[in-house]
């Protein structure tokens, strides 16, 4: 019995289209771990995390309801630097402690995909056996996000963008580089990466 399955990551910038390869191969029936998605969960679900959110953030972080603000959240991350390292510092080692769940009971796979936008960024691709770095022109993702976003202005897009790590830089930390950049369809390049990895584990 293998302790951890194959791992592949996946990450790219905001707008690159990480999702919408992570939805090709769950359709081929591998299993994905969404990271900021369960990220978002995990700051919902988890008591003493939550605390230490309000505390950090105020209670305007979350919404009546118990889910968390976004925009407010969202606001604040991307106008103070040191506010975004200090809650991923919190969020980062929970997410962590979930992921080796998840691990455990996806071990059996012939290999798993991991996608998360600060994959690099938070040193996680040290852990992983490939990364996958999508790519996509900055006005084609601003495009999306807008599209995506409704409630978002370029201008915040753009400030996003340039709060993360440039693709150039993320190249170089990268296995495997897939453009998403709608000149070519997607599922024959998904299609073919599958086959690839299958025979690497």
């Not at 980062?92 to 960024?121: C, F, G, K, M």
């Not at 990268?174 to 086959?195: C, G, S």
Request: hydrophobic share 40%; with cysteine; aromatic share 6%.
């Amino acid at each position: 019995m293998r302790s951890k399955p194959f791992q592949i990551g996946i990450t790219g910038g905001i707008g690159s289209g990480k999702s919408v390869i992570c939805k090709i191969f769950t359709c081929l029936g591998v299993p994905v771990y969404d990271a900021d998605s369960r990220a978002k969960s995990i700051m919902t679900t988890d008591g003493i995390l939550i605390e230490q959110i309000k505390k950090e953030f105020g209670d305007l972080a979350y919404l009546p309801d118990g889910s968390l603000d976004r925009e407010y959240l969202s606001r604040v991350i991307f106008e103070n630097q040191e506010k975004r390292t200090l809650l991923n510092q919190m969020v980062h080692p929970r997410v962590a402690a979930d992921t080796d769940r998840w691990l455990d009971q996806n071990r059996e796979a012939s290999y798993v995909v991991r996608e998360a936008a600060l994959l690099i960024e938070s040193g996680a691709y040290l852990r992983i056996d490939k990364v996958i770095l999508v790519t996509a022109p900055e006005e084609l993702r601003i495009k999306r996000v807008l599209a995506r976003d409704p409630h978002r202005l370029k201008e915040e897009v753009i400030k996003i963008i340039a709060t993360q790590l440039p693709e150039e830089e993320k190249k170089k930390k990268a296995d495997i580089v897939v453009h998403n950049d709608e000149t070519q369809l997607l599922v024959p390049q998904i299609w073919q990466l599958h086959n690839q990895l299958l025979k690497l584990n």
